[in-house]
């Protein structure tokens, strides 16, 4: 069964950082391609960064851009979300998220493409 499971989440002061890694389990990940979203109350669940199994591909909401980078070790299965110059804005509930195995560029922001969710962690930015 597959299980994801994201942790790092937490308070933090605006222009602060925090690193989000999403452990998974229940099959090897390397081929798959791998995103982070996020939901804020009242809004729509939207694409924060993904990546594809070639460490050469990833794909970053204009919202993140110089801000936020996505990485990923397959030997541990394991997915980074690196957020750096955090705003009051970037509050939400970040999941992260495995699709398939074909990278899509831009187009794999789309959250139909993905078929297994963690449960979130929250992220809280006081300015």
């Known amino acids: 069964q597959v299980q994801l499971v994201e942790s790092g989440g937490g308070l933090v002061q605006a222009g602060g950082s925090l690193r989000l890694p999403c452990a998974a389990s229940?099959?090897?990940?390397?081929?798959?391609?791998m995103g982070w979203f996020r939901q804020a109350p009242g809004k729509e669940r939207e694409v924060v960064a993904a990546i594809s199994w070639s460490i050469g591909n990833t794909y970053i909401a204009d919202s993140a851009k110089g801000r936020f980078t996505i990485s990923r070790d397959n030997a541990k299965n394991t997915v980074y979300l690196q957020m750096n110059s955090l705003k009051p804005e970037d509050t939400a509930v970040y999941y992260c998220?495995?699709?398939?195995?074909?990278?899509?560029?831009?187009?794999?922001?789309?959250?139909?493409?993905?078929?297994?969710w963690g449960q979130g962690t929250q992220v809280t930015v006081s300015s």
């Open positions: 998220a495995v699709g398939g195995r074909t990278w899509y560029g831009s187009r794999s922001s789309r959250t139909d493409l993905y078929d297994y």
């Open positions: 229940g099959r090897t990940f390397s081929s798959y391609v």
